[in-house]
């Protein structure tokens, strides 16, 4: 029986390989948008579905276009002009946002702000060169500006109960880095007899930081100390600058302060990154416990530039 099952198989694998093979073709969606793009549109009604699509993406292409005219929260402070524009994202935008946010959620967002924003006067503009705050803004504004209108939303209270809100972007309120500022900001340590300066962390400071702690399992602490120090411009001792060769240095001098003069600085630190920009505080009324309040929300965790 065995020879006979061997037998068949080998008749059937036999005839499988004598059919025409049908390779499996690649990359279809190309070709499916250039024959839609060659299929004469004139000579179809206007509600064909040809020409209804034509329709919306010329719709789209000139909406692209439309640019809308932004003040940065740095309000210039940070070595690049206050002024932007910023154009409302297209469908292709997303698309590509969506993809790249399974790889790589920072690379993604900079991607969507490259092709959405612009400096009239630094046409070549790194935009790693950011601040943080000023990142976040202009995520918010594309948000509001694709996806106008009210956003359901939901909170969750003291009490761990869910309330269903309404937010508007009306509600936000924006802090700008005022003019008068002095920049790089700085802090003195009254113990060490320290002045120390620091820039606000910019893009490329973040994929910094993260780099370095890449190997750190819950050392908050020293987290923080590499923050510093990747954001210390100069530290000054009697109007002197200190010389330092890298940033582990810095980290050394930061570990050998007094807890008064550490607190002093991280406090800085802490408030300073955070200082400018959006900021959201929402009143609540939860109808089952019959308590309300105000709460602090983190803006973006709302206004999403993804569909």
């Keep these: 029986m065995q020879e006979n ?36 549109s004139n000579t ?28 940065l929260p740095s309000n210039g402070k940070c070595g690049y002009d206050k002024n932007i524009k910023m154009r409302e994202m297209t469908t292709a935008d997303e698309r590509v946002l969506i993809k790249e946010m399974f790889s790589s959620k920072e690379n993604s967002l900079l991607n969507v702000i490259q092709k959405c924003v612009k400096f009239e006067g630094q046409p070549n503009f790194d935009f790693e060169n950011l601040t943080t705050f ?30 269903s809100l309404k937010l508007n972007k009306s509600e936000l309120s924006l802090s700008l880095v005022p003019f008068d500022l002095e920049y790089p900001v700085k802090v003195n340590l009254p113990m060490a007899n320290l002045s120390w300066y620091l820039n606000f962390t910019t893009l490329k400071t973040l994929k910094e930081i993260d780099k370095a702690t890449k190997s750190l399992s819950g ?32 980290i050394r001098l930061l570990e050998s302060l007094t807890p008064t003069d550490l607190k002093i600085i991280i406090d800085f630190y802490n408030e300073k990154s955070n200082a400018y920009g959006y900021k959201l505080n929402k009143d609540y009324y939860c109808t089952e416990c019959g308590k309300g309040g105000q709460m602090e929300l983190e803006p973006l965790n709302f206004f999403r530039v993804t569909i």
Excluded at 20 to 38: A, F
Excluded at 44 to 71: C, G, M, S
Excluded at 144 to 156: H, L, M, S, V
């Design 5 to 40: 099952s061997k037998t068949l198989q080998q008749i059937t694998k036999e005839k499988a390989l004598s059919l025409p093979q049908i390779q499996p073709q690649m990359n279809q969606t190309p070709k499916i948008q250039n024959q839609l793009e060659d299929m004469p």
């Design 44 to 71: 179809l009604p206007e509600n064909h579905i040809v020409n209804v699509i034509k329709t919306l993406k010329a719709k789209q292409d000139d909406r692209a276009y439309i640019w809308f005219d932004f003040d």
């Design 134 to 163: 000023d990142q976040d803004f202009i995520l918010i504004e594309l948000s509001a500006i694709t996806f106008p209108g009210e956003k359901d939303i939901t909170i969750t209270d003291d009490a761990n109960h869910k309330i």
């Design 219 to 250: 050392d908050v602490l020293m987290r923080l100390f590499i923050s510093i120090a990747l954001t210390t411009n100069k530290i000054e001792k009697n109007g002197q600058a200190i010389k330092y060769d890298n940033f582990y240095e810095v």
